[in-house]
């Protein structure tokens, strides 16, 4: 069923109302296709999921769909790992808690982030040392256009630091429909990230398990992250920004306190949050939005602001952080 004019505020967790000009759901490759096929041809598509990774400024003149396509499948056994084909529509905390409840390791660093498996190979979701490339084996997307179903590898995915090829190249062309990822049966635990160390010897447990870390990072990310049921936000809301080695050691000059993660490729990672933080936005409120009191990198809902209200203050954070620290922070969440 195809619907008209319908609030899209139950379906994003920043609670922002705007409207969509239609909306519809799928939950099967065949549904999917049927809405495809069916559709208006002017109006432009809209795949979403949780809506965790969207900041919505205006009413949508787009066909909203919905993916509800459900299920998890083993595709492939051996003593050591077990491959699971996920459909698309399947909330990623509970495949992750799925996993954990078997024993089984590799994603649990990345309990609780909110959103879809099928949204998770977009930007390469990732938390607390882990990245989901890691444990990545194939994806099936839908083509647009043509209704072919294609795989794509981890190769043909590109993935990088919150990055893929749906984010950039093949950008609106497919409708992801499952994820398959391995799982490690006797996994060695990522407890690497300083904050699950520290938490672990606060829960007081000495055998760790898979299910010791997803707890831990469960109440690390409790502590700091607002619940969007309570709090609009879309988790961070801008990447932590890569620089050369030398425009690190410039700002290290002013700045030698600032935390910073040494890449592969000889650059620095530096944590937008504690610059933001260091400029003097941490906790700031602009009309019924602001910047989270806990966590600088996440703009917040305080209740009935606008999408672009909170655009606004993003734009502001960003001239900011430029005059201050000369980078340029790139908005993480997608914007509508
Ligand atoms: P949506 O917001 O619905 O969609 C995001 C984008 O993907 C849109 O462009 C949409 O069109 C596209 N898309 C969605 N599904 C499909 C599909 N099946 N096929 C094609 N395109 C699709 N992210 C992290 O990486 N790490 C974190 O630690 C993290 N923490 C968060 C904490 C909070 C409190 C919140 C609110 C968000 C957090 N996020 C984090 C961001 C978010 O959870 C992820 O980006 C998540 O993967 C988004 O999933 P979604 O289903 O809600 O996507
Ligand atoms: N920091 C501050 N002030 C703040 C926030 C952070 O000084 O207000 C400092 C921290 O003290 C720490 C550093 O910045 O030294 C990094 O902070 P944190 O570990 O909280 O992580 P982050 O860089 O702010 C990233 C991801 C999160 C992910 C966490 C944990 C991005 C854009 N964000 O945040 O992902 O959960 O690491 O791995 O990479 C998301 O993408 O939506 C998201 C929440």
Known sequence: MIEHNISLKPYNTFGIDVKAKSFGRFDSIDGLKSLLANRDPETPLFILGGGSNVLLTRDLPFFVMKNEISGIEAVNETETSIVLKVGSGVEWHSFVRYTVEKGWGGIENMSLIPGSVGASPMQNIGAYGSEIKDSFVSLEALHIDSLELHTFNKEQCQFGYRESVFKRALKDQYVIVSVSYELLKHPKMNTTYGAIQSEIEVMGVEDITVDTVSQAVMNIRRSKLPDPKELGNAGSFFKNPVVSKSDFEKIATNYPDAPHYPQESGEEKLAAGWMIEKAGWKGKRI????????????????????????FDLSTMIIEDIRSKFGVTLEREVNIL
């Open 287 to 310: 009309g019924n939005c602001g910047v989270h009191e806990k966590q600088a990198l996440v703009l917040v809902n305080y209740g009935g602001s606008t999408g672009q209200e909170i």
